[in-house]
């Protein structure tokens, strides 16, 4: 699993226990900016993989 895709997970884990909404909101924000990265980066290793064959 890679380090943004944990770091996903933690916080996600982070706005279940938050009480405020807008700590939510940020929470799940940052939850998807982890994940959007962590899929770009699976994506460029396909890629370069791709283009090395």
Sequence with gaps: M????????QQL?????AD???VVHAHYELANL???K???DAAA??????QAA
């Design 2 to 9: 890679s380090y943004f895709v944990r770091r996903a997970e």
């Design 13 to 17: 884990e982070l706005a279940q226990q």
């Design 20 to 22: 405020h909404e807008q």
């Design 38 to 40: 962590a899929y770009a």
């Design 34 to 36: 982890y994940l959007e």
């Design 45 to 50: 290793v396909v890629e370069v993989a791709a």
